[in-house]
């Protein structure tokens, strides 16, 4: 097993790609923190790591509070000795919307749950990996943050300054061997897609997908287990060597 005995913090694991990773990751032999602003969403996927004889357990949190992301990982740290990995799955996406009716605090929303999470994350599991002098942060952004798209603003500057950060911290972090990376999902089959494009009376999901896909070269939806298996390369010894990477898993929309 690629992450026996790890302890792996992952948020927004209620559902998607979240849920999709912390599957992934049990199954590979990871204590999962499933976290989520969605307690019951959280149990339920903690009930489905359990089925299969995972280890996990659901906790509550708000990503873009700094005392919730604090409890959450001194929680994990106290019951399990250590944090091996943490990955900042959760996240909001924005509807079209022209900057000029672009409400400040849909602004604000967007930042503080899409970015400002990544920097709480790291500001208080930091020091635990410090001391073990190893860990992992993997944080999935989006092909938004290097295709901008219009109407799109908040969201893409949101991704943007995640895979930045990303960077910034991979030369921070290194000397204390921790490891930090991204991944740029592309249009991905969750419930979020569809909250993308504005809803037109009449309109269906599969016609909402159909957009999406003919924008992307290989003709297909990201699914949420492609990024779990992209999240588990980058988070195992098999990408000991990795850091700073920000990985495109997009069926060539970026290009």
């Known amino acids: 097993?690629?992450?026996?005995?790890?302890?792996?913090?992952?948020?927004?694991?209620?559902?998607?790609?979240?849920?999709?990773?912390?599957?992934?990751?049990?199954?590979?032999?990871?204590?999962?923190?499933?976290?989520?602003?969605?307690?019951?969403?959280a149990a339920e996927t903690v009930s489905l790591i359990q089925a299969k004889n995972g280890m996990a357990i659901a906790i509550g949190v708000d990503v873009s509070n700094a005392q919730s992301v604090k409890k959450l990982i001194n929680t994990v740290a106290e019951r399990?000795?250590?944090?091996?990995?943490?990955?900042?799955?959760?996240?909001?996406?924005?509807?079209?919307?022209?900057?000029?009716?672009?409400?400040?605090?849909?602004?604000?929303?967007?930042?503080?749950?899409n970015t400002k999470s990544v920097f709480l994350t790291a500001k208080y599991a930091v020091p635990f990996m410090k001391k073990q002098k190893q860990g992992v942060i993997l944080s999935i952004s989006s092909i938004a943050s290097e295709r901008a798209r219009p109407g799109l603003n908040a969201y893409c500057a949101s991704k943007g300054a995640v895979a930045v950060l990303t960077k910034a911290l991979a030369i921070e972090l290194a000397?204390?061997?921790?490891?930090?990376?991204?991944?740029?999902?592309?249009?991905?089959?969750?419930?979020m897609l569809g909250k993308f494009i504005p809803d037109h009376e009449g309109e269906l999901e599969q016609q909402k997908q159909e957009v999406f896909i003919s924008s992307i070269p290989l003709g297909k939806l990201i699914e949420p287990e492609d990024i779990a298996q992209s999240a588990l390369y980058l988070c195992s010894p098999?990408?000991?060597?990795?850091?700073?990477?920000?990985?495109?898993?997009?069926?060539?929309?970026?290009?």
């Not at 943490?86 to 605090?105: K, V």
């Open 238 to 255: 098999l990408s000991e060597k990795v850091t700073g990477t920000i990985l495109n898993v997009d069926g060539g929309r970026g290009i």
């Open 175 to 191: 000397p204390f061997g921790i490891r930090v990376n991204a991944i740029n999902p592309g249009p991905t089959n969750t419930e």
């Open 1 to 41: 097993m690629l992450l026996q005995n790890q302890i792996a913090i992952i948020t927004g694991a209620g559902s998607g790609m979240g849920r999709a990773m912390a599957l992934s990751f049990a199954n590979e032999g990871a204590t999962v923190a499933v976290a989520d602003i969605n307690i019951e969403a």
């Open 80 to 113: 399990e000795g250590k944090i091996d990995i943490i990955i900042n799955c959760a996240g909001l996406p924005q509807a079209f919307t022209p900057i000029e009716d672009l409400e400040e605090e849909q602004w604000d929303r967007l930042l503080n749950v």
